[in-house]
């Protein structure tokens, strides 16, 4: 049962563009939703974080929005760089206010060409 | 560097071998995480932690997984009697949510191959 969904396994942007990258959940009790990137050989590099009570969290290049009506986020990137390519990750929080697992997508392959 | 620390960086084990898996959390974090990637797979949960506690272990496999976090030293993922369907990435993760921040924090990860 696949609570976190990435329905993307790859997308391709030309640098300077927007990127895209979905995610849609199932569980009603997610309340925290995080994006991670990883890179081949490396552990999961936190990027950005949104908290149910919001719909929009921007930093810098990246901004995360929510749709909890729908059960949908999106992680945006602008520009793109060559250096954004890697695999990006859904992750996703029951009981904010608690410390608890992290329940990930399967993941979306950026590449960012030139 | 204060970031997670995990050794060893790879890991060859036969079958029926023990295999010790070592995190160390960032600095002033105390809660631990244990994930694992099987290939071409997303992260799976596997087991939560604080010192001396274990909080969630839902996702261990029952036999043959065990996890600590003693009050002093690293946090360890032990599997005993190794088999071929044990190779994967395994990353440990650390939190800080007494401070009210919720995000994981992740280590390089350990590659463990079974022979």
């Known amino acids: 049962d696949q609570q976190v969904k990435q329905n993307s396994p790859s997308l391709s942007v030309q640098e300077g563009r927007i990127s895209i990258l979905n995610c849609d959940y199932t569980n009603s009790m997610f309340d925290y939703f995080l994006w991670y990137k990883k890179y081949p050989a490396e552990g999961p590099t936190f990027l950005i974080s949104i908290s149910s009570i919001k719909d929009k969290n921007e930093d810098g290049r990246f901004t995360v929005f929510l749709n909890k009506s729908a059960k949908h986020l999106s992680l945006h990137i602008v520009p793109s760089q060559p250096g954004d390519s890697a695999v990006y990750f859904c992750?996703?929080?029951?009981?904010?206010?608690?410390?608890?697992?992290?329940?990930f997508g399967t993941g979306t392959r950026l590449q960012v060409t030139l | 560097n204060a970031g997670v620390m995990q050794n060893p960086r790879h890991l060859v084990r036969r079958r029926g071998q023990e295999a010790r898996l070592r995190c160390s959390p960032m600095k002033g974090h105390s809660h631990v995480y244990w994930y694992r990637q099987l290939p071409e797979e997303g992260l799976k949960f596997m087991v939560y932690?604080?010192?001396?506690?274990?909080?969630?272990e839902s996702g261990m496999p029952k036999e043959r997984f065990s996890a600590e976090f003693p009050k002093e030293g690293p946090s360890i993922l032990r599997i005993q009697q190794v088999v071929r369907g044990d190779s994967a990435a395994y990353f440990c993760a650390s939190s800080s949510p007494d401070r009210g921040r919720y995000e994981q924090y992740f280590g390089p990860g350990t590659r463990l191959t079974v022979t």
């Open positions: 932690l604080q010192k001396e506690n274990i909080i969630d």
């Open positions: 992750a996703a929080i029951g009981g904010a206010g608690t410390a608890s697992k992290l329940t």
